[in-house]
């Protein structure tokens, strides 16, 4: 037939009413009027068990969603003896319905044909969750006819009933015939059985797929991240190198050769400015390999476990951070003798960005303590400040990536306590903050005690 009919419009397309409505409407199941059934429809109750039995095991065995839904419609189909099945589903939107699968249309419509939700047979099912039956599609006002959805079929009856899960409108199953027929309340009842059954699989299958795109969205968002990250890093090395090459040149001085300087607080000034040039670069390279260290979802290389005596290690590092820390009080709090099981490196890096962050959030002239305790063979390692603290909301957002707690008196980069604490997870530690008891913030690196004397 040059004419299509079908319950769907395409981008465009226009209804085209032939006559007043003719229409059988049925609602909670029940058709008006006598309806016999043609003996072509004659009902096999246990063909119709077998074919819900079907469904319910390819929700489970389908290879894809488009192999389940194409299985369902043609068994839809042959259990209504009709000419066409087709399967809507209400977008997220709520505003139309997309053909999602059919067994007599034409499948380049499939993800085309677009039902506004309330208008046509299937927009009205959906949108009033009442089933609808008409014996005659001509003679019905509400029926849309697009023309060239599909030119080798013209459908003369239709049965339409909604897809329901937990009081939610999925979608619409529709049957069609090219011959007339008046739908019974027992085919009613037999294609609303399905569309019970189908709805919970559907949805389900649906939040499935999509949350498997949202995670395949993430991984890409974070590889092109990663990627990122690691380019910007990787040509701030250059630069950083080339700095510190002339801050190199610029500070020399010409030799005294056993000669007292004419200008000795000149000298010492520029040695002091050469020495704090000096530092802001290794902060800056620092920063670096903090960036590259928090796009890895893990380490390059496991973690290489020592037995390290915590005093020892950590009083080198105070000494080697001195110009870091010059403008604080760093004490160590009364510790006893205590060895770890923990990388060497990783170790100092965490201590490194627990250190920083104090120093940035903690204002000048106040204490900042580490010490450790052993607690049922972990040893605990504390390091606190005299800060303004971090609000309780706070304690697990700020390290997250990027996360930043900004206050009066420093900006966070929201980096190092979150590389802090995957290099703690690296080594089998743990990393979290509390209060401290001088009302600022105390940050707890956990590891496996080696030793306790």
């Given at each position: 037939m040059a004419t299509t009919a079908e319950d769907?419009?395409?981008?465009?397309?226009?209804?085209?009413?032939?006559?007043?409505?003719?229409?059988?409407?049925?609602?909670?199941?029940?058709?008006?009027?006598?309806?016999p059934v043609p003996p072509a429809a004659h009902r096999d109750p246990v063909a119709e068990l077998r074919f819900l039995h079907q469904i319910l095991r390819l929700a489970t065995t389908a290879r894809t969603?488009?192999?389940?839904?194409?299985?369902?419609?043609?068994?839809?189909?042959?259990a209504l003896h009709a000419s066409v099945s087709s399967l809507y589903l209400l977008d997220r939107d709520g505003e139309y319905l997309t053909l999602a699968a059919t067994n007599g249309l034409d499948r380049h419509h499939i993800g085309r044909a677009r039902v506004r939700l309330g208008e046509g047979i299937t927009g009205r099912v959906a949108a009033s969750r009442d089933p609808i039956a008409i014996a005659d599609v001509r003679a019905d006002d509400r029926f849309l006819w697009v023309r060239g959805l599909d030119q080798r079929r013209f459908v003369a009856s239709m049965l339409s009933v909604p897809l329901t899960w937990r009081d939610q409108v999925v979608g619409a199953l529709n049957v069609q015939t090219e011959v007339p027929r008046n739908f019974t309340g027992e085919d009613v009842e037999q294609l609303s059985a399905i569309?019970?059954?189908?709805?919970?699989?559907?949805?389900?299958?649906?939040?499935?797929?999509?949350?498997?795109?949202?995670?395949?969205?993430?991984?890409?968002?974070?590889?092109?991240?990663?990627?990122?990250?690691?380019?910007?890093?990787?040509?701030l090395r250059t630069p950083l190198a080339v700095v510190r090459a002339y801050t190199d040149l610029l500070s020399e001085e010409p030799p005294l050769d056993g000669r007292i300087s004419r200008d000795p607080r000149r000298r010492a000034t520029r040695a002091a400015w050469h020495a704090g040039t000096l530092e802001q670069v290794e902060r800056l390279d620092r920063l670096?390999?903090?960036?590259?260290?928090?796009?890895?979802?893990?380490?390059?290389?496991?973690?290489?476990?020592?037995?390290l005596d915590l005093h020892a290690a950590v009083g080198e590092m105070l000494g080697d951070l001195a110009p870091l820390l010059h403008r604080h009080g760093t004490a160590?709090?009364?510790?006893?003798?205590?060895?770890?099981?923990?990388?060497?490196?990783?170790?100092?890096?965490?201590?490194?960005?627990?250190?920083?962050?104090?120093?940035?959030y903690a204002p000048p002239?106040?204490?900042i303590v580490i010490d450790w305790s052993l607690v049922?063979?972990?040893?605990?390692?504390?390091?606190?400040?005299?800060?303004?603290?971090?609000?309780?909301?706070?304690?697990?957002?700020?390290?997250?990536?990027?996360?930043?707690?900004?206050?009066?008196?420093?900006?966070?980069?929201?980096?190092?306590?979150?590389?802090?604490?995957r290099l703690a997870e690296s080594m089998g530690g743990r990393l979290w903050c509390e209060p401290a008891m001088s009302g600022g913030a105390m940050f707890v690196l956990a590891l496996p005690a080696a030793a306790a004397l």
């Open positions: 769907a419009s395409t981008p465009g397309g226009t209804p085209d009413p032939e006559g007043p409505a003719a229409a059988i409407p049925v609602a909670a199941g029940l058709l008006h009027g006598p309806v969603w488009e192999e389940l839904l194409e299985t369902v419609v043609d068994g839809t189909r042959d569309a019970d059954l189908l709805a919970g699989i559907v949805e389900k299958g649906r939040l499935q797929r999509e949350a498997e795109a949202q995670v395949v969205q993430l991984q890409a968002l974070d590889h092109a991240r990663s990627e990122l990250i690691a380019l910007v890093t990787h040509e670096v390999d903090a960036i590259l260290e928090s796009v890895r979802v893990v380490p390059d290389q496991p973690a290489d476990l020592q037995t160590l709090g009364a510790t006893r003798p205590l060895s770890v099981l923990a990388d060497p490196a990783r170790l100092r890096q965490v201590l490194e960005h627990l250190l920083e962050n104090a120093v940035k002239d106040t204490r049922e063979g972990v040893a605990r390692i504390g390091v606190s400040d005299e800060g303004p603290g971090i609000p309780p909301e706070w304690r697990e957002k700020i390290f997250e990536p990027y996360a930043r707690h900004e206050t009066s008196t420093a900006r966070g980069s929201g980096i190092g306590l979150y590389a802090a604490r």
